[in-house]
């Protein structure tokens, strides 16, 4: 991974991660027994919110959400001028869900939707080293994003004109799962979804220390597994789970030897 050195480093990745369920007690329990997670409340009056944490950084954040919303993981994509960027996402075609509003003067942040409606958000930070973006590859963070898109060649051009997003250089030609890279970072892939996902949206991949462990934190704390453990590039494991609430998010990790029976990699399963 790239050394983050200063602020323009940051554009065109993914720096944040927000969980908004409609159960915020039931949430912090689940996340913080599958990834040991600690938590810390930071709600306001008005306004309930929750950081989870890794040794005190933060790593994601907890907001609740109106009767009327939808639940799910969000990623926050790091851009240099929030409304700029929504214009040139409306211009391609995007949606605006909620318009650029900025936050106790730490960052301005916007709500949005690819043309195919997966949702994610655009962010920048308004004070120096405001973002708590760390090594990708660290037990409890997300080290992989990956897209289920309805087409997803359209898909691709859309980010690459959204955010500079590119192919790797050793990503073939005609792989269906679309590897993306920023700078010389592969951070990402893509891949038209299949009918199981109903809609288009985004999965992020959580490292944890080992995969077979992670199985049995998921299950006990009244999780599903959808699909895994499955291996991958490099010899790791990923998860594709549900939590309590029905919310999908997934595990990435090594496998210990002698722990668990893992089924046979899928053509289709890519993440490295």
């Not at 994003?145 to 997003?165: K, M, V």
């Not at 077979?212 to 895994?228: K, M, N, S």
């Amino acid at each position: 991974m790239a050394v983050i050195k200063d602020a323009a480093d940051y554009q065109g990745r993914f720096v944040w991660y927000e969980l908004s369920p409609r159960d915020v007690t039931q949430a912090r329990d689940f996340y913080s027994k599958v990834m040991g997670w600690g938590v810390q409340d930071a709600s306001l009056p008005g306004m309930h919110y929750t950081f989870f944490t890794i040794r005190n950084t933060f790593v994601s954040g907890v907001v609740r959400l109106p009767d009327a919303a939808q639940s799910g993981w969000i990623g926050y994509v790091a851009v240099d001028d929030v409304d700029a960027a929504t214009e040139r996402l409306r211009h391609l075609g995007g949606t605006v869900l909620a318009p650029p509003v900025d936050v106790f003067g730490v960052s301005r942040f916007a709500i949005v939707a690819d043309p195919q409606n997966a949702v994610f958000a655009l962010i920048k930070w308004l004070r120096p080293r405001a973002s708590p973006l760390g090594d990708a590859t660290e037990p409890g963070r997300v080290g992989w994003h990956e897209l289920f898109a309805t087409d997803c060649d359209a898909a691709s051009a859309f980010y690459g004109e959204l955010f500079g997003w590119h192919k790797p250089d050793d990503a073939a030609a005609d792989d269906p799962y679309r590897f993306f890279a920023v700078g010389g970072d592969t951070i990402g892939g893509m891949f038209t979804k299949p009918p199981l996902i109903p809609v288009p949206q985004w999965l992020y991949y959580f490292n944890v220390a080992d995969i077979a462990a992670a199985e049995g934190r998921v299950r006990a704390a009244g999780g599903v597994i959808i699909e895994g453990p499955l291996e991958i590039h490099g010899g790791a494991f990923i998860l594709r789970c549900r939590d309590r609430e029905g919310i999908m998010f997934a595990l990435r990790g090594p496998r210990r030897r002698g722990v668990g029976y893992f089924q046979p990699a899928s053509p289709r399963v890519q993440p490295r």
